[in-house]
C-alpha cells in the first residue's frame, strides 16, 4: 500500500470522488499530474498532459494525505491499566505521566527509536503524510535531546514527514524543586540547548491545573521564539485557564485540545490566527468534556483534527481515520469538514499550508485513494476505513 513513488513524472487518475479537500466537480475521469514530487496540473483526463507512467485507482475515494498535528511517539511502557482505573471512576490527577517518564529513561536508544519508527509506519499506513512529534517523556535536557534526536533518526527511515516539537515542559519531573523551578530550567537550560542543535521546530507547554502556569508557560513559549521555535500549546484541557487567550496573545501557531473552551474563547480564536487543534480521541477516552468544534466553525475559527496519540490519554497510532470519525459522529462537523480539519487544518497547524494536505498546484504530491467510495465512510464506519494506496513525498 505504501510503495515508492511511480516513476516521476506520472499522472494519477480514477473516476471517483476527489477531495482537495474541497470536492472536485469537473468532468470524470479526473487526473492529476505529479512531477518533481508536487502536484504540477489537476483536471479532466482528457485534458491531462501526455505521460508515459499512469496509475490509474478506478472508483476510490482520494484526498490529500492526512496530517497529524499532534501526537506524543517518544516513550515506552503501557498505562492502559490506568486508563481502565480512570474509566471505573479513579480520577485522572496526571501523575502517570512520570511513570512514562521513567520506563522512557530506562530504555535504551535502540528500543526507543524501535518503538517511534513503528508509530511512524503505522501512521503512514493509515493514510497519514505529515506528523507532528513531541518530546516530553524526558524531562531533563540529556533526555529530551535524546528523545528529539531519535525521533529524527526513526523520521529518516519511513518516508513520512516528521516535525519535531519540543516539550520539555509536559510535567514536572519528581525531582524538581517546584514548577516555578523547573520551568526555570526549561527556558533557561533546556531551550538553548535544543535550539542550538536544531533538534525541534516547535515549544509546547502542557497549561494547566496541576501542570503548568499561564505565567511559567508565557516564560517557556517567550524563551523558544526568542530562540527561533514556532509556539504550540496544550489548553483549557482539564480546566478553562484562559491557555486560549495566552496562545493568542503570544502568536502560537495551534492551541490543542480545548475541552473546556467557553464563548469568550471561541471568540478569541476565531479573531486570531492561531489554528484550534481538536483531539477527539483523548477527549473520548478521558470523558472530560467536548471540545466545541461547531461554535469554533462557525466562528471563522480554523480548526485542525489531530489524534494525541500518546502513553496515558489515548493509545492509537494510525488512528486518523477515527479521528475524523470522531469528529463528525460527536464533535458536530461534517464529513468534509472533518476531513478539512485533518489536512488542511493540520497543515496550517504546522505551518505548513499549501505545501501539505493539500492537492492545489505546487503542494507535495501526498495523496491517499481510500477503499471507500465516499468520505461519509469515515464516520458511517468510525475509521475503519483504510488506505489502498498511500503516495507519500516524506
Ligand atoms: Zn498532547
Wanted: negative net charge.
Amino acid at each position: 500500500m505504501v510503495g515508492p513513488m511511480p516513476r516521476d513524472p506520472f499522472l494519477l487518475t480514477g473516476r471517483g470522488r476527489l477531495l482537495r479537500p474541497e470536492p472536485y466537480d469537473g468532468p470524470l475521469p479526473w487526473a492529476i499530474l505529479v512531477r518533481g514530487g508536487r502536484i504540477a496540473w489537476l483536471g479532466p483526463w482528457s485534458e491531462a498532459p501526455d505521460v508515459e507512467s499512469v496509475t490509474d485507482v478506478a472508483e476510490a475515494l482520494v484526498t490529500p494525505g492526512l496530517v497529524n498535528a499532534h501526537t506524543h511517539p517518544a516513550f515506552l511502557g503501557d498505562r492502559s491499566d490506568e486508563a481502565a482505573a480512570r474509566l471505573a471512576g479513579t480520577p485522572y490527577d496526571g501523575g502517570g505521566i512520570l511513570r512514562t517518564v521513567a520506563a522512557t529513561r530506562a530504555a535504551s536508544d535502540e528500543e526507543l527509536r524501535a518503538v517511534i519508527e513503528e508509530r511512524l509506519r503505522a501512521e503512514l499506513a493509515a493514510g497519514t503524510t505529515t506528523v507532528e512529534c513531541k518530546s516530553g517523556y524526558g524531562l531533563s535536557t540529556a533526555e529530551e535531546l535524546r528523545a528529539l534526536r531519535l525521533i529524527g533518526e526513526a523520521a529518516e527511515a519511513v518516508p513520512i514527514r516528521v516535525v519535531r516539537t519540543f516539550l520539555g515542559a509536559h510535567a514536572v519531573p519528581s525531582e524538581a524543586v517546584s514548577m516555578d523551578d523547573y520551568a526555570a530550567v526549561v527556558a533557561d537550560e533546556m531551550l538553548p540547548a535544543v535550539a542550538a542543535a536544531g533538534a525541534a521546530e516547535f515549544c509546547d507547554v502542557f497549561c494547566d491545573r496541576g501542570f503548568f502556569s499561564l505565567d511559567a508557560t508565557e516564560r517557556i513559549l517567550t524563551a523558544a521564539a526568542a530562540r527561533g521555535l514556532g509556539s504550540r500549546m496544550h489548553a483549557d484541557q482539564l480546566t478553562r485557564s484562559g491557555g486560549a487567550e495566552l496562545a493568542v496573545r503570544l502568536d502560537a501557531l495551534s492551541a490543542d485540545h480545548l475541552e473546556q473552551l467557553d464563548a469568550a474563547g471561541v471568540a478569541a480564536l476565531a479573531g486570531s490566527s492561531t489554528v484550534a487543534t481538536l483531539l477527539p480521541g483523548p477527549a473520548v477516552v478521558m470523558r472530560g468534556g467536548l471540545p466545541p468544534a461547531r461554535a469554533l466553525l462557525d466562528a471563522g475559527a480554523t480548526v485542525a483534527l489531530a489524534s494525541d496519540a500518546n502513553a496515558g490519554t489515548f493509545g492509537g497510532w494510525g488512528a486518523m481515520p477515527l479521528v475524523i470519525g470522531l469528529g463528525a459522529a460527536v464533535l458536530g462537523m461534517s464529513v468534509q469538514e472533518a476531513v478539512a480539519a485533518a489536512t488542511t487544518g493540520g497543515a496550517s497547524a504546522l505551518g505548513l499550508a499549501g505545501r501539505k494536505g493539500t492537492l492545489e498546484i505546487g503542494a507535495d504530491a501526498d495523496i491517499v485513494a481510500w477503499d471507500a467510495e465516499h468520505e461519509g465512510a469515515f464516520a458511517l464506519r468510525l475509521g475503519a476505513v483504510s488506505p489502498i494506496q498511500v503516495f507519500a513525498l516524506g
